[in-house]
């Protein structure tokens, strides 16, 4: 599996790149001492950043890699912890274990080829009361105290920088250049394009008539256009439309803190309805890249971030969050939320909002946006959406056979 990383020098480079099975064979610095910073020379060995499938690793003491088979798969367990006594008292602490299998087909999302990404939290104190009481999607939270590190083989170590060059690292290599999208090695040519910039990436899936279907509904894609958003301050401020564009990424950087980072509104002559109907507001969104230990998610919180009815007149209407736990990590994901809306008038707006909660420095997360891949929608009365896509292509290549395994 493809590993990108990033060295914390004096002058920092681009994302570097390898394979997963040599990561042990990386050059290695001892950890740093009680306050010493990074980026003074260029000599390799202490990490700035690591991304696999789009978890990237900001703002970790210690990163370790191991290869690891499961069923048929060759995947990744990346291990990020943070133990630095002078920074984490040991009721803070935290050590994540993700287990990253190669892209697949996706049973829940119409068989569109998505992440297979799961996660173990090991934490104490708030954190630990925090995740336990809500843990994230596919993730299960266990005490500090079972937490166990990797061999120190396989294990490199971070560096605090200056803010000042920390901002040269992220600038040489920003958290969107490398995506879930790109880590497609073992697909068949067919599954993949050449992107705008040269490189190979995934196949919009939604043009290929694979997603979650909900019939009879009017769709909509989630664009970079700007659009004010009188129900929500939010980093951006988007627009909902019913054609989409050239794809494009858009980042916000939450650091430790929770963000309201996107807000999404339906032109003004959209639905068009008086009365919505009762059934599933949905809202499918691409996250090419996260840190590995933010969540995010379409909620009632930090300035209103949920599915909502907007009168053009202001103010606004919850029609609730979404009943899927907090995302985390890259890939497609479906947030939903069966609800029947009081009436209102016609003019009245659809949104949806998405909050981000940081755990570490510098922590981001990345949205593709403009493709049929990153749509919402509602049971308005419409044209049933697969008639407006081709025929499902489910074969996935002549000659491969793409494995779906248990995560």
Not at 145 to 151: H, K, L, Q
Not at 362 to 382: E, H, K, V
């Amino acid at each position: 599996m493809r590993i990108l990383y990033q060295w914390a020098q004096r002058d920092p480079t681009d994302w570097q790149q390898m394979d997963s099975a040599l990561w042990g064979t990386l050059p290695v610095r001892p950890e740093p001492n009680p306050g010493q910073l990074g980026g003074q020379n260029n000599i390799p060995g202490w990490l700035r950043n690591v991304s696999v499938q789009g978890i990237t690793c900001e703002g970790y003491d210690h990163v370790a890699i191991e290869e690891v088979v499961i069923g048929l798969d060759t995947g990744v367990r990346l291990t990020t912890w943070n133990d630095d006594p002078d920074d984490y008292p040991l009721e803070e602490r935290q050590g994540i274990v993700w287990t990253i299998l190669p892209l697949a087909p996706d049973p829940q999302l119409g068989m569109a080829i998505n992440t297979r990404q799961s996660c173990v939290r090991y934490c104490g104190g708030a954190r630990y009361t925090r995740l336990a009481a809500s843990p994230p999607q596919n993730t299960t939270v266990r005490p500090w105290a079972e937490f166990v590190a990797p061999p120190a083989a396989v294990t490199r170590h971070g560096v605090w920088l200056t803010d000042a060059k920390q901002a040269e690292h992220v600038a040489a290599a920003p958290q969107a250049r490398w995506s879930w999208r790109h880590a497609v090695e073992h697909l068949p040519e067919n599954e993949t394009e050449i992107a705008s910039d040269g490189r190979r990436a995934l196949k919009v899936q939604r043009d290929l008539g694979r997603w979650d279907k909900a019939k009879g509904t009017i769709t909509y894609y989630q664009r970079n256009t700007d659009r004010a958003a009188t129900w929500s301050i939010s980093t951006h401020e988007d627009a909902l439309e019913t054609t989409t564009g050239a794809a494009v990424s858009e980042s916000v950087t939450t650091d430790a803190d929770i963000v309201q980072c996107w807000a999404f509104t339906t032109p003004a002559n959209e639905p068009n309805s008086a009365d919505w109907p009762n059934g599933a507001y949905r809202a499918q969104l691409d996250c090419t890249a996260a840190s590995a230990g933010l969540i995010y998610v379409i909620r009632d919180a930090a300035s209103n971030g949920s599915f909502r009815r907007v009168p053009t007149v202001g103010g606004s209407v919850s029609l609730g969050a979404q009943v899927e736990a907090n995302f985390s990590g890259t890939g497609l994901k479906l947030g939903t939320r069966t609800v029947d809306p009081a009436a209102g008038a016609a003019d009245d707006v659809y949104g949806f909002g998405l909050y981000a909660d940081g755990d570490s420095h510098a922590d981001a997360i990345t949205l593709q946006l403009n493709t049929t891949d990153s749509y919402a929608d509602g049971p308005w009365p419409g044209a049933d959406p697969s008639l407006a896509m081709p025929p499902p292509d489910q074969s996935f290549g002549i000659g491969r056979r793409l494995v779906v395994a248990g995560y």
